[in-house]
């Protein structure tokens, strides 16, 4: 467990290092102290072996608070299956008086259900949706789970009465930040009961590389232009006002820090 700057959050546990769903604008690569990871991010995942054991050790000794569930990969990568770090970590916080706020693109995170909604008063589920799209997304995010595969998760979860949000991000310009591919996504959320966190695109280190395929189909996706980001904010807030979903950008400009490592 390492302490983290994060919003809502005072914790994250990350038993993984890299993310097999290896999307093409993950910022995470930036935020690994393991070269090769960042630079065929996507194609190597280390596991945290000892991860279980050394998070014994740390619930008896730390203040209790929100553990981010995780902050830099997929929770619910496909080795997740095999090693369940993920379920080893949520079983041993969850007993402990933790409280746990798990972020995914996932469905994988269903075979948790049962146990999750035994603790739902402690327990909170974000699915990422950034277009429902299936060919946008294959573009995008290569390896993770279709759009339609995440929507039913959020459903399913939603139904169990757990506390659920979808995030929206990074919207990039020409990609999914038009008022149809939005709205699809906010009725999601609404159908759903759940609230919307919403980002932009970041360049950070190695994304040049890692973008050239979106590029070549969507010139502009790497954009961070200030007044098309004001467009889009005023498009994602009425279309959630009209639902009448609560939103808020997922790095709310009063709780940020200098810089984005602060918060990993
Ligand atoms: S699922 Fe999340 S952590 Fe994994 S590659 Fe995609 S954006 Fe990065």
Redesign the pocket.
């Known amino acids: 467990m390492s302490k983290t700057g994060l919003y809502d959050l005072d914790y994250a546990y990350n038993p993984y290092a890299g ?5 093409r ?5 930036a935020y690994t102290r393991h070269e090769e990871v960042a630079e065929a ?2 194609e190597i995942v280390y596991v945290k072996e000892n991860a279980v054991e050394v998070l014994l050790e740390e619930v008896r000794r730390a203040r209790k608070g929100v553990v981010g569930i ?1 902050t ?3 929770p619910y ?1 496909p080795i997740e299956a095999e090693e369940r770090l993920t379920r080893r970590g949520l079983e041993i916080l969850l007993s402990s008086g933790f409280e746990v706020s798990i ?4 469905p994988l995170v269903l075979r948790d259900l049962d146990f999750l909604s035994k603790h739902r008063h402690k327990v909170d589920v974000g699915i ?1 949706i950034t277009t429902l799209d299936p060919v946008v997304a294959r573009l995008i ?1 290569p ?2 789970p279709e759009p339609a595969a995440r929507a039913e998760a959020l459903r399913k979860i939603s139904a169990e009465g757990i506390d659920t949000w979808v995030f929206l991000g990074p919207i990039m310009r020409g990609v999914n930040d038009s008022p149809e591919v939005i709205g699809g996504i906010v009725a999601l959320a609404a159908e759903t009961g759940s609230r919307l966190y919403y980002d932009f695109f970041r360049m950070k280190r190695g994304l040049a590389t890692s973008m050239s395929l979106v590029k070549e189909r969507y010139p502009e996706a790497m954009s961070t232009e200030h007044g098309w980001r004001m467009k889009v904010v005023e498009i994602v807030e009425k279309l959630c006002e009209r639902e009448g979903i609560p939103y808020e950008p997922a790095f709310p400009m009063r709780e940020r820090k200098s810089s984005l490592l602060e918060y990993f």
């Not at 972020?103 to 996932?106: A, E, P, R, V």
Request: aromatic residues 16%.
């Open positions: 993310c097999y769903h290896g999307c604008y993950c910022y995470g690569r991010w996507g995780s830099i990969t997929d990568q972020q995914t693109k996932s990422t995010e390896r993770a």
